[in-house]
C-alpha cells in the first residue's frame, strides 16, 4: 500500500463508476415513470458491448469507432422500445410484480440470442483510436481510455439534467413521476410516453455497455453481473433521482476501490482481506442506507396512503370439491413410485418438484398474503441446507433431528434480517432483503474452513434407512404436505387475518391496535422456518451444498414460481413451482438455448393468463359457475315470482353487497384476533 498506489485505485473506481451510473440512470428512469421493476435492464448493458463490438469490428474503416459505438447504443435503444411496444405495454394492466417476470423472461431470450449470435466466448474489441496509450500519475501507469470515461459520467448527468429540467418532454416524464394518473388526465398519451422512456433506459444502459468494449471483453455473464449493482445504485441514490443515481456510483466504485487498495490487512492479530469485500460491498452499503434512511441519499420519503388499498377477497376455506382434488393430487403422489420403478430419475424429479414446492409456498407466504415483497428469500433455504450440512459433518447429529434444528437455524436467520426488513415496504423492503441475502452468499462464498468456500459441502448423505430414494421421497412427501397445511392453517387463524389486514391497510390495522410491524416480523420468521425446512430437504437429496443455493438467481427461480403461479391464491405458488420446474428440466435436457425457449413460454403464460396460471383459472371458474347460477337463479325467480330475471345492473348490485359483506366479515375477524 502506497499513496500512488491509492490515487490510481481512486481513478479506476472513478471510471468504473461512469459505466455503473449510466445503467442506474436508465433504470432509474424506466422504474419511475412506468413503475416497472426491470430485470432485462442488465441484458440491454450485456447486448450494448456486442452491438458494439460487430459494428466496430464492420464499420471502423468507414464510419469510424465512435460513430460505430453511437450507433449501438441508439440501435439497442430502439430493441427497447419494440420490446414495450409489442409486451410490456400488454401487460400494464397487471400486478407491477408480474411485469417483472415479464422482463426476468425477455432477459432470458436476450441472453440466448446472444449466444447464439455471437457465441460463447469473450470478444474483446479494438483499443479507441487516439485513447490507447497512458499517461504517468505519481509514478504509475494510468490509461488514457479511463480518463476518457472519468469524464464522460459528468457530462452524461448534465444531458441528462438539461433533458428533464429544460425540454417539455422532460417536464412530462418528471410529471409522471410524480403523479402519473395526473398526467393521463391531462391528455397526455402515455403510451408514446413510456415507450420514449423505456427507449432512453435501454439506450444509457447499452451506451454504458459500448464504453467498456476497450476495457473489458464483453461476455454472458455481464447482464447479470451488472443488474444488482444497479438495482443498488438506484436504491441507495433515491427512486427517481439522477443525481442521486452517480453519487452512489461513486460511492459504491470508489468504495470498491478502496478496498483492492487495502488488499490483507493485519488487525489485532487477524487477517482481513478487504479485497473480498468487493462482493458484497454494494449491499452493505445499501442495507446501511436504506436502515438510516430508507428512501435513500437524494430520494423523498414515501407519503403515508390514507387510503386502503383495493384488497383481495378475504380467504376461503376449502370446498369439498377442493378438498376432494387435493386428496386425490396425494393419493396420486403417493402410487407415484410404483409406476416409475424402471424409470429412477422420475423419482429424483419429484423430489426436487416437491422441494421447490415448499420453497415457493414459503415465499408466497409472506408476499402474498402478507404484501412483503422479498428478493432474497434464498437466504433461508440456503441457511438451512448449510445448517444441516454442517450439523451433520462437523457435530455429528443424526440425521433426523437436523429436520428440527436447522429450519429453526433459518428460522433464527429470518429473525434477525426480519427485525430490520418490515421496517420498510415496497421496493425498499425488496431491496433490503436482497441486500442481506447477498451478504449471506458472500460469507458462505468466501469463508472457506467453515463453509467450504465457493467449492461447498460434500457428503451430506440420509441416514442409511433414507439412502433409497423412494424412501426419501416419501418422507420428502410427508414434511413438504404437512408444512404447506400448516402455513394454509396459520393463513386461515387469527394471526393470519392480523397480517393481511395490515397489508390490506396499515393505517386502519394499527387504528384498531394491530402491532402491523410485530406481525410482519412473525410472518417473516414462519416463512423462514418453512424454506430452512426446504432447505434441508434439497441438501440431503443432492448429497451436497454450494453458496449458489443462497445466490439472487435462487431468489429470483422463487419469485418466478409464486408470480406464475399467481399470488391471489393460495394454490398459485403449489402450480407456478410445478409448471416452471418441470419446464426447466425439460427445456434444459432438450435444447442447448433453454434459457430463450423458457422465457418464450414465460412471455406466453403472461400474456395468457395475466393473473398467473392459477389465479386465471380460478376467475374463469368462477365466472362460468356464476353465468350457470345466473340462470338457475333467473329462471326460479321468474317462474317463482312470474316477473322478468333481473337485469346486468341488478346482478352488478348484488355483487357489491356480497364484496362489501365479505370485507365486513374480513374485518370482524381481525378484530376478533386482538387480545
Known sequence: MDFSGFIVQLLNGLAGASSLFMVAAGLSLIFGVTRIVNFAHGSFYMVGIYVAYSLVITLENSIGFWPAIVLAAVAVGILGGLIEMVLLRRIYHAPELFQLLATFAVALVLRDAVLWYWGPEELLGPRAPGLEGAISIFGRLFPTYDLFLIAIGPVVLGLLWLLLTKTHWGTLVRAATQDRGMVSALGINQAWLFTAVFALGALLAAFGGALQLPREPANLEMDIQIIGAAFVIVVVGGMGSITGAYVAALLIAELKAVCVWLGVVEILGFSISFTKLTLVVEFLVMAVVLIIRPWGLFGKAQAVRHNASDGEEPLRPASRRFKLGAAACVLLLLAMPAFTVQMPYITVLFIDLLVAVLFAVSLHFIMGPGGMHSFGHAAYFGLGAYAAALLVKSLGMPMELTFIVAPLVAGVGALVYGWFCVRLSGVYLAMLTLAVAQITWAICYQWDDFTGGSNGMT??????????????????????????????RILFSPFGYAMRAGRDSFLRADAIGINVKRIHWYGFVIAGIAAGLAGTLFAFSKGSIAPETLHVN??????????????????????????????????ARNTDYWRAMLGGIILLLVLLFPQGIAGTLKLLCENLSARAKGRTGSGGASQARGHEPADGREQAGAARTQAMERVRIDRIQVKEAQP
Open 554 to 587: 435462487k431468489s429470483i427461480d422463487g419469485l418466478v414460481m409464486v408470480l406464475l403461479g399467481g399470488m391471489q391464491t393460495l394454490v398459485g405458488p403449489i402450480v407456478g413451482a410445478v409448471s416452471f420446474t418441470w419446464l426447466h428440466d425439460i427445456v
Open 459 to 488: 457428503g451430506v448423505w440420509p441416514a442409511a434407512w433414507l439412502s433409497n430414494k423412494t424412501v426419501y421421497y416419501y418422507l420428502t412427501l410427508v414434511l413438504v404436505v404437512g408444512a404447506a397445511l400448516w402455513l394454509r
